[in-house]
């Protein structure tokens, strides 16, 4: 990529233009949705200690069970778009509804086993005796919710498919007002407690995928496109969503691991770390906008069988994936000295996180590039090479990561491993987006 002629003035404009148009939005859209589970916190951490507990449980077992099931979002996005590039909007739409269907139906099996298990998944995580059943009571009542979370995924890879990421901008700033105002009214307004915020999110979240349904569905019956489900079409939203989940699944079992090692290492680091990784989770949202236009605009390009514009788009892409690394880095710089105090006041908590800091802000470049070539070829369809790259990835950074406790080094040397995960990340991706065999024209790969 590196070798290519430098991209045209005018080309270099444009898609600029069509990287802002997306990712400001969908930017807008993924900070929204962490702030469902703050205002929870916010509440109900009135109502008393165990309370609380509870919620951050159950909020946690909740947020990984959807957070497994993204690749209806990413899935959706590429194939969609695929089909937007060839002009067949029907067919757009169609693959859309099928990856709506399916998480209806992933949703459903959800529910059947978080229903009567949830008293033994709380017990699973260590929850005292006083806050197990506070915890149990959300995931009960929260866990009903799940399917219109997991429409709002699949709805939302629909409108990014289809270029609009104002959209689902839209719904998540709704749905965070609607969620702050029904928690407050159903847990004091109501005396309902931990229960009336659990029913306020689940209220919330299925208003959110009324809206994505009524959208969609107007879209389908604009174009003539059925509302039933088509097997064929589930299937090929199957298959092109093992791999994102295998993808997804790896990278979670890095994150857990780098928190298990932190734990070993003490009090004091795994304070650290938890601030480190807040950062860390945060700027992931700004690289992570640039990757969702990159989904969209790259299977925009393939689908059209503009293989030259999908090769500059994506070179064009790193360039902003790079750029904004560096903003992001020098902002954690700047910023250190007013950060660490929001989340501590101990000095010794302050002091083990300073060096972790710097690291992760000498490694947004590196971020950056790693957010943007995954949507690239996410947008391209190549989840097989991505779930082989994660599980890649994975063992080269499990040994690394478990042995930070015998050599030393503490939380620095446990960021150092995680810099270490991304820059193999970078480098297998790296290699995939030179080669070119992600390349694959057509509105179906």
Request: hydrophobic share 55%; proline share 4%.
């Amino acid at each position: 990529m590196s070798l290519a002629p430098p991209i045209p003035k005018a080309t270099r404009r444009r898609h600029d233009r069509e990287i802002v148009a997306l990712a400001v939005p969908a930017f807008g859209a993924l900070v929204a949705e962490p702030l469902f589970v703050m205002v929870d916190s916010a509440i109900v951490g009135h109502l008393g200690t165990a309370q609380l507990a509870g919620l951050g449980i159950a909020s946690a077992l909740l947020t990984t069970a959807v957070s497994v099931f993204v690749f209806l979002a990413y899935a959706t996005t590429a194939a969609v778009a695929r089909r937007v590039g060839a002009g067949d909007l029907q067919a757009a739409i169609r693959q859309g509804m099928d990856g709506i269907w399916l998480a209806l139906l992933l949703g459903a099996v959800v529910i059947a086993v978080v229903l009567p298990l949830a008293r033994g998944i709380v017990d699973v995580f260590g929850a005292s005796a006083t806050a197990a059943p506070y915890a149990t009571t959300y995931l009960r009542i929260s866990s009903l919710g799940i399917p219109a979370m997991l429409v709002v995924l699949a709805a939302t890879g629909v409108l990014r498919g289809l270029q609009d990421t104002r959209t689902p901008l839209y719904v998540a700033v709704a749905g965070f007002i609607a969620n702050a105002g029904l928690n407050a009214a159903l847990v004091y307004g109501a005396g309902l407690g931990i229960a009336g915020s659990a029913w306020g999110t689940v209220i919330a979240q299925c208003g959110m995928a009324a809206v994505y349904l009524t959208v969609v569905v107007r879209g389908a019956r604009r174009h003539g496109v059925s509302l039933r489900p088509e097997a064929a079409g589930i299937r090929a939203s199957v298959q092109a969503g093992v791999p994102l989940l295998v993808r997804t699944l790896s990278l979670r079992a890095i994150l857990m691991i780098a928190t298990a090692v932190a734990t070993r290492l003490g009090d004091t680091d795994i304070a650290a770390h938890q601030i480190v990784l807040s950062l860390w989770s945060l700027l992931a949202f700004a690289l992570d906008a640039i990757a969702i236009a990159g989904q969209a605009v790259i299977g925009r390009y393939l689908g059209a069988e503009d293989a030259v514009g999908a090769r500059e788009a994506c070179r064009r892409m790193v360039q902003w994936g790079i750029a904004t690394g560096v903003v992001l880095g020098l902002l954690v710089i700047a910023s250190r000295p007013l950060f660490l105090p929001l989340f501590t006041g101990d000095p010794a908590v302050k002091s083990t996180a300073l060096p972790a800091l710097l690291i992760v802000a000498l490694s947004q470049p590196i971020s950056g590039v790693v957010f943007v070539l995954d949507g690239v070829l996410m947008g391209a369809g190549d989840g097989p090479y991505l779930a082989g790259a994660m599980v890649l990835t994975l063992v080269v950074f499990t040994p690394v990561a478990l042995i930070v406790p015998t050599l030393g080094g503490g939380l620095t040397a446990l960021w150092g491993a995680m810099t270490l995960m991304m820059t193999v990340r970078m480098l297998t991706l790296w290699l995939r987006a030179r080669s070119g065999r992600w390349i694959v024209t057509g509105a179906t790969r």
